[in-house]
T-cell receptor
């Protein structure tokens, strides 16, 4: 089946630094990808919809200057957490539409010290 | 807005036990309902779905019936296996918001002991 891969799976960084998370569709082209955030014992919250070749659409309450999304190709979307702070520590998950179905990456755990 | 509420975990059962994970929803439109499963170290995978009232989704021995009258979509399995240990997410999509815009429950961690 279709595969979506995220990298890195885990990242630890110092407060104030920026972190980039990649989401790749390995065997299909994805014009649309989604980024979610999951807090402990909470549901996945949609952060933004990433569209290839255009600006991402952010959900209400998500800071677009804080969470930069770039979808420069049909197989890659990146989420950059800028000037990360401890409250940005979370599990970030991407998904992509392939053949009309939604496929998820394995998630990236960010810990900001 | 739309929301999904799941049975709070973690849930621990012995092999061959019966499983029910409760899921209820609120939605203004006509949602499709889903169960996703996340095995350790892997991404979420679609387990089953139902697109209209009274539909039953089934896969790998799991079943869930779309009950509009009780706004529920409980996940059931008659005899669980150790390999069913995972986190299970109930979700809905409202066709008016876009089929791929999913609203998730908080997830229920299931552990099956041999």
């Amino acid at each position: 089946g279709a595969v979506v891969s995220q990298h890195p799976s885990r990242v630890i960084c110092k407060s104030g630094t920026s972190v980039k998370i990649e989401c790749r569709s390995l065997d299909f082209q994805a014009t649309t990808m989604f980024w979610y955030r999951q807090f402990p014992k909470k549901s996945l919250m949609l952060m933004a919809t990433s569209n290839e070749g255009s600006k991402a659409t952010y959900e209400q309450g998500v800071e677009k200057d804080k969470f930069l999304i770039n979808h420069a190709s049909l197989t890659l979307s990146t989420l950059t957490v800028t000037s990360a702070h401890p409250e940005d520590s979370s599990f970030y998950i991407c998904s992509a539409i392939g053949n009309g179905e939604l496929f998820f990456g394995e998630g990236s755990r960010l810990t900001v010290l | 807005g739309d929301s999904v509420t799941q049975m709070e975990g973690p849930v621990t059962l012995s092999e061959e036990a019966c499983l029910t994970i409760n899921c209820t929803y609120t939605a203004t439109g006509y949602p499709s309902l889903f169960w996703y499963v996340q095995y350790p170290g892997e991404g979420l995978q679609l387990l089953l779905k139902a697109t209209k009232a009274d539909d039953k989704g089934s896969n790998k021995g799991f079943e869930a019936t779309y009950r509009k009258e009780t706004t529920s979509f409980h996940l059931e399995k008659g005899s669980v296996q150790v390999s069913d240990s995972a986190v299970y997410f109930c979700a809905l999509s409202d066709r008016f918001q876009g089929a791929q815009k999913l609203v998730f429950g908080q997830g229920t961690r299931l552990t099956i002991n041999p």
